[in-house]
């Protein structure tokens, strides 16, 4: 698990350096490089979402969200996820008005993606780190954006990551027997769908439950196996 621990730590890193700077700009400034981060996030997200083909691969998508919806919504993924960062909050006695908005966007903007997926088998069968090194990278990176503009909350998105990408590296031997190409890229579309969901929220300041959409990925996985 040497990928999840670095990139456990490079979110960490990240979000001190970013918190830093938080409040060094004046408001103004502050506005207009969320709007940038947003688009950004849109971005990443449309790519991911172009990767699948235009026919089965489309339909394959749109059942994954409608069935991941419901699941989600039953599950209330989106309230579990905000109330662990309500309780963090108050366990550091913070008073951000953004931290639990920063943990939340931050921890689904770490986890949603193939990168995390696919880097936590390679890890865990291979004691190969290279694709969570990258993703390391990466997160550092957006975390000191994120952290300068929503606070220490999004500190707090490494302990969903090290769980989640951990329980993967767990079960790498047999995520690897169906993590086929195919079922690969319907998990990369509809993550990449999701990921633009998270920055249309940012963008424009709606309530999208995106967590509650997080099943859609593992459904898509199941589909894909299924009708693939």
């Known amino acids: 698990m040497i990928g999840t621990i670095v990139n456990v730590i490079a979110i960490v890193v990240g979000s001190i350096l970013g918190f830093l700077l938080k409040g060094k700009l004046p408001e103004r400034f502050q506005n207009i490089v969320i709007k940038g981060i947003s688009l950004a996030v ?44 309500k309780k963090i909050q108050k366990r550091f006695k913070s008073n951000d ?17 193939a990168m995390a997926i696919m880097g936590a088998i390679q890890d865990g069968l291979n004691n190969d780190p290279s694709i969570l090194f990258t993703k390391s990278l990466l997160d550092g990176t957006a975390s000191i954006a994120f952290s300068a503009t929503f606070g220490i909350g999004v500190m707090f998105s490494a302990i ?51 967590g509650n959409l997080i099943p859609a990925i593992f459904v898509a996985i199941i589909i894909a196996q299924i009708f693939l």
């Open 42 to 85: 849109i971005m990443i997200g449309l790519q991911m979402a172009l990767s699948v083909e235009a026919t089965t691969g489309t339909l394959v998508v749109i059942f994954s969200l409608v069935i991941g919806g419901i699941i989600g919504e039953f599950l209330e993924i989106e309230n579990r996820l905000e109330s662990l960062g």
């Open 160 to 210: 969903p990551v090290l769980v989640y990408q951990g329980f993967i590296s767990l079960l790498s031997s047999w995520a690897q027997k169906i993590l086929v190409p195919n079922t690969i890229s319907m998990m990369t579309a509809t993550g990449g769908l999701l990921i633009m969901a998270i920055g249309i929220n940012m963008l424009l300041e709606i309530k999208i439950k995106i």
């Open 97 to 113: 008005g953004l931290f639990v908005q920063g943990f939340v966007q931050s921890s689904l903007i770490y986890c949603v993606g």
